[in-house]
């Protein structure tokens, strides 16, 4: 890697294919930053400073391996956004097939789990060090048809919390950003179910979908080295909690 680019503040997103996690890559990569993403697929991004690894963060093997790549590349990590996550079509918990719950722990929970583990380890030589999850506003709003993913998403927000306390004392910042609906491929497939886009508009405080550069300038706030007394925190985007 030329020097350059090495001297470039490194930002790690996972699921970067698409949807968020590809706005918020190139939102990052717009900044000057050196971005590393993943997905399960080849890249979409086509830029000298992105950097793409194929990886499924359901696989343990496979989320170290991929920290050992960004070691060798970059030697740590100064932002990690942790965005891979999978949503489905709503079915009532009584009628949810035990592996569409698995699905949802793997990916939603354990994915992160991992990610979160081996990525932070990059981080702890970093100054202003900062480590963002995402959820969703449904956890609050507890609706009906969104038990596992609500419940992985609620996970995620309190396994964030609980890190922010443990990597504190090492200046990292752990923070969480809850979008309301987004346009995404995820959401476009649900919406085909009927009414159910705006259906969840009306439960919004701010009955709109969300622009991903809203979702980008909170990512902002929260990696500014002006944040660095903010963690344990989390922004719900179109909803008052």
Same mark, same amino acid.
């Given at each position: 890697m030329a020097d350059a680019e090495q001297s470039k503040k490194v930002v790690v997103v996972t699921g970067a294919s698409r949807g968020l996690g590809r706005a918020l890559a190139e939102h990052y990569l717009a900044q000057g930053y050196a971005v590393a993403g993943c997905s399960r697929g080849e890249a979409t991004i086509s830029d000298s400073a992105y950097h793409h690894t194929a990886v499924?963060?359901?696989?343990?093997?496979? /989320?170290? @391996?991929? $920290?050992?790549?960004?070691?060798?590349?970059?030697g740590g990590v100064d932002v990690l956004i942790a965005n891979a996550?999978?949503?489905?079509?709503?079915?009532?918990?009584?009628l949810t097939p035990g592996d569409v719950f698995d699905d949802f722990l793997r990916v939603n929970f354990a994915g992160v789990f991992y990610s979160l583990r081996e990525i932070s380890k990059l981080m702890l030589r970093?100054?202003?060090?900062?480590?963002?999850t995402i959820s969703s506003t449904m956890v609050p709003l507890h609706q009906e048809g969104t038990a596992c993913y609500s419940a992985t998403k609620a996970g995620v927000q309190e396994m964030t919390k609980v890190l922010a306390k443990e990597l504190a004392p090492q200046g990292?910042?752990?923070? /969480?950003? @809850?979008? $309301?609906?987004?346009?995404?491929?995820?959401?476009?497939?649900?919406?085909?179910d009927n009414d159910w886009k705006e259906r969840m508009l009306r439960l919004?405080?701010?009955p709109?979908?969300?622009?991903?550069?809203?979702?980008c300038h909170v990512a902002d706030f929260f990696v500014s080295p002006q944040s660095a007394a903010i963690t344990g925190q989390v922004i719900y985007i179109g909803l008052a909690d």
């Open positions: 499924d963060i359901r696989n343990e093997a496979e /989320v170290q @391996a991929w $920290a050992r790549v960004l070691r060798r590349e970059f996550g999978l949503a489905r079509s709503a079915l009532y918990l009584s970093r100054q202003n060090a900062r480590i963002l990292i910042t752990c923070n /969480v950003i @809850a979008p $309301a609906m987004m346009d995404t491929e995820a959401s476009q497939e649900l919406a085909k919004q405080t701010i709109r979908v969300i622009a991903m550069e809203e979702v």
